[in-house]
């Protein structure tokens, strides 16, 4: 039975939000909900810029960092469509620069204690199976990454550059064996850009952005919307991508990167794992196609059973079953991971309300998104603090949505 959203207690998320704000937990925030395809609710409260005062808007263009990654995925699977690849070629078939694979030994506490290993393939990047990491993670490779300022940041040279220097780590572990959050969506990215001959941004572009009428996303952000470019801020008195040394200041809204002199503005890499920028409608038309099996508004990106295919979980079991060390962005008791996101196995056992199928994921700077399949609705939450796990937002997001299925 699919429920229906109501108006009147979809109204809950305006002073749940206007709280945010209030508290200087966030700058502003934005949320957007369609339903059967039709807009049911949408609210901005806060400033998108406190020292300039400028609203969040619904014009407000926001760094979506690792909502990214579903993107990268999707445009993938449009050239598994082709008959480019299989998901269980190696990695080195694109990237020779991984034939040579180590993996750390078990209990290893030096770089140089690996072993030989299989290169990771296309399905254990996209998975987060590979053995790769994130700096902010904590082991051997993710310290070494963190020392070598290995983060894919768009000031950092080039997408290959960074995939070269990746793989000249070992693997943090056997691919295949464990679940780490990591830069394997990256790489995914420079697998894309070989294939294809294309840099990453035209792919998107011709792939996902023209046909779904996604005008306003990009890798960088052009002249004329830099005046609509929001602030990013963080509680955290350091680095705000250092969890794990994440410290608390007495300034929870502290400034980060403007619209002046943000390395977005001209970026020279193009990050598959966290580089986009764009405003809520324009996530939400990528979220509608994804609730539409692929469909966009002249016709399908990718088959029905091909987004079905890529929304699954591919993963024996759910994440916490895999023995992840890392940083997550979402519960891993009853959740499993797709290719790109994440998807509900069984919301009890996750403790967020939710329905069998979700699936979702989110941003460093608390941007969040997830498609219901049995109730047939999408939510995308916009903001701009990081880190994401600084408040349980996106659990209270989807209980209030949730709690509005009559």
């Known amino acids: 039975m699919t429920y229906v959203l109501d ?98 030994v078990p209990g290893a506490t030096r770089l140089d204690q690996a072993e030989p290993c299989a290169p990771p393939t296309l399905h254990q990047l996209l998975t987060h199976t590979s053995g790769l990491s994130y700096a902010f993670n904590q082991s051997l490779v993710s310290k070494a990454m963190a020392e070598r300022d290995i983060m894919f940041k768009p000031n950092q040279g080039t997408l290959a550059v960074q995939c ?109 794992g966290g580089g986009l920028l764009g405003t809520i409608d324009d996530y939400m038309r990528f979220a509608e196609c994804l609730r539409q099996r692929g469909q966009g508004p002249d016709g399908p990106l990718i088959s029905p059973a091909t987004a079905e295919f890529m929304m699954a979980n591919h993963l024996p079991g759910d994440i916490a079953s895999m023995g992840p060390a890392s940083f997550a962005e979402q519960p891993m008791d009853g959740v499993g991971f797709s290719l790109g996101g994440a998807v509900v196995l069984d919301p009890a056992r996750s403790r967020v309300p939710g329905s069998v199928g979700d699936f979702s994921w989110g941003g460093m700077a608390s941007t969040f998104f997830w498609v219901n399949r049995e109730h047939d609705f999408c939510v995308v939450m916009f903001t701009q603090l990081s880190p994401s796990s600084s408040y349980p937002a996106r659990a209270e997001l989807k209980a209030l949505v949730q709690g509005a299925l009559i």
């Not at 108006?7 to 206007?18: G, Q």
């Open 164 to 272: 070269s220097e990746t793989a000249a780590l070992p693997l943090a572990f056997q691919p295949g064996t464990r679940w780490e959050y990591s830069v394997g969506i990256d790489i995914i990215g420079r697998v894309i850009e070989v294939m294809t001959g294309q840099s990453l941004g035209d792919v998107f572009q011709q792939r996902v952005f023209a046909p779904l009428g996604m005008k306003e996303t990009a890798f960088d952000v052009p002249t004329e919307r830099r005046g609509r470019f929001a602030s990013l801020y963080t509680p955290l008195s350091g680095d705000p991508m250092d969890l794990g040394r994440a410290v608390f200041g007495q300034e929870t809204l502290r400034e980060v990167d403007t619209s002046l002199g943000s390395p977005f503005l001209d970026p020279s890499l193009q990050s598959g």
């Open 7 to 104: 108006p009147d207690r979809l109204a809950r998320i305006l002073p749940w939000a206007e709280r945010y704000v209030a508290e200087r937990k966030y700058p502003g925030l934005s949320v957007l909900v369609t339903q059967h395809g039709k807009e049911v609710y949408f609210n901005s409260t806060g400033l998108r810029d406190l020292h300039g005062g400028a609203p969040f808007a619904r014009d407000t263009v926001a760094r979506i960092y690792s909502m990214t990654k579903p993107i990268t995925a999707f445009t993938l699977m449009s050239l598994l469509e082709e008959g480019r690849f299989t998901l269980d070629a190696p990695v080195s078939r694109f990237l020779p620069e991984f034939e040579q694979c180590h993996a750390l």
